[in-house]
């Protein structure tokens, strides 16, 4: 999705629906989102950097490396801490890219109040996190294409991790992470992986790194884009929001 673009007509469009305290009041979540993502790519390019930097073999012969540099990280060498410094950092920025995507689902969420106009919805003390908009926009038979869109993202393994593993990293615990090799003929894999955790009383598996800020992402990014898509279409009235009581 090109967010420029896309928040530039939506914001247009915005201008010419609401009225002028409620613009006002959408510029600020509604820039944030594009700026979120900005620092989600940024972290993600800086643990891949990180991490790459160690090896100087072929990818096929880089498993070979790494078992050493693992061994030499077991015996406390020089070149065995410089490799754990690596790791460190590199898990600093997945931790930092997590949160700023999860942060993303709640300033949508302030931009599907604000444009739809969805205060009535809500006591003035609630908080309005996307997971709840969603449930009282569904409810209320608010724009059932933005509900379905956003449910599916909501429900999406994907995000249910990402949740999962931000609420855990600051609330509880960090979440233990160890370097990989998989030795299998043919197979041969190595990377950085999340141990294993329990975050509301269910077990979440290991998950590697790369596919975390990898596939992950992007299969996020395409849920999300098709979320603010919708949004587009009511806003251009194509599809007219109706509250029902």
Same mark, same amino acid.
């Given at each position: 999705?090109?967010?420029?673009?896309?928040?530039?007509?939506?914001?247009?469009?915005?201008?010419?629906?609401?009225?002028?305290?409620?613009?006002?009041?959408?510029?600020?979540?509604?820039?944030?989102?594009?700026?979120?993502?900005?620092?989600?790519?940024?972290? @993600? $390019?800086?643990?891949?950097?990180?991490? =790459?930097?160690? %090896?100087?073999? &072929?990818? #096929?012969?880089? /498993?070979?490396? *790494?078992?050493?540099?693992?061994?030499?990280?077991?015996?406390?060498?020089?070149?065995?801490?410089?490799?754990?410094?690596?790791?460190?950092?590199?898990?600093?920025?997945?931790?930092?890219?997590?949160?700023?995507?999860?942060?993303?689902?709640?300033?949508?969420?302030?931009?599907?109040?604000?444009?739809?106009?969805?205060?009535?919805?809500?006591?003035?003390?609630?908080?309005?996190?996307?997971?709840?908009?969603?449930?009282?926009?569904?409810?209320?038979? @608010? $724009?059932?294409?933005?509900?379905?869109? =956003?449910?599916? %993202?909501?429900? &999406?393994? #994907?995000?249910? /991790?990402?949740? *999962?593993?931000?609420?855990?990293?600051?609330?509880?615990?960090?979440?233990?992470?160890?370097?990989?090799?998989?030795?299998?003929?043919?197979?041969?894999?190595?990377?950085?992986?999340?141990?294993?955790?329990?975050?509301?009383?269910?077990?979440?598996?290991?998950?590697?790194?790369?596919?975390?800020?990898?596939?992950?992402?992007?299969?996020?990014?395409?849920?999300?884009?098709?979320?603010?898509?919708?949004?587009?279409?009511?806003?251009?009235?194509?599809?007219?929001?109706?509250?029902?009581?």
């Amino acid at each position: 999705m090109d967010w420029k673009i896309n928040i530039t007509e939506f914001d247009q469009l915005a201008q010419q629906r609401l009225p002028p305290h409620a613009t006002a009041s959408l510029q600020l979540p509604l820039r944030s989102i594009p700026w979120k993502f900005v620092l989600c790519r940024y972290h @993600v $390019a800086e643990a891949n950097r990180l991490l =790459a930097q160690e %090896f100087t073999r &072929s990818m #096929e012969q880089q /498993y070979v490396e *790494a078992t050493g540099k693992v061994l030499m990280q077991a015996a406390g060498t020089d070149e065995g801490r410089r490799f754990a410094e690596a790791c460190l950092y590199a898990e600093a920025h997945v931790i930092a890219f997590a949160e700023s995507l999860h942060s993303t689902a709640d300033m949508l969420a302030q931009v599907l109040c604000i444009s739809l106009n969805l205060d009535n919805l809500f006591k003035p003390e609630e908080k309005r996190y996307l997971h709840e908009v969603v449930k009282r926009m569904d409810k209320h038979r @608010v $724009a059932p294409r933005i509900v379905a869109a =956003a449910t599916c %993202f909501l429900k &999406s393994d #994907e995000f249910r /991790y990402l949740r *999962a593993y931000v609420n855990t990293t600051k609330h509880t615990s960090l979440v233990s992470s160890f370097y990989s090799i998989g030795l299998v003929p043919g197979q041969e894999t190595h990377g950085l992986k999340m141990a294993a955790f329990n975050y509301r009383s269910e077990i979440w598996p290991e998950k590697s790194v790369s596919d975390f800020i990898g596939p992950d992402f992007d299969s996020l990014c395409s849920l999300y884009s098709t979320v603010f898509a919708e949004l587009i279409a009511v806003v251009r009235g194509q599809q007219p929001p109706t509250t029902s009581a």
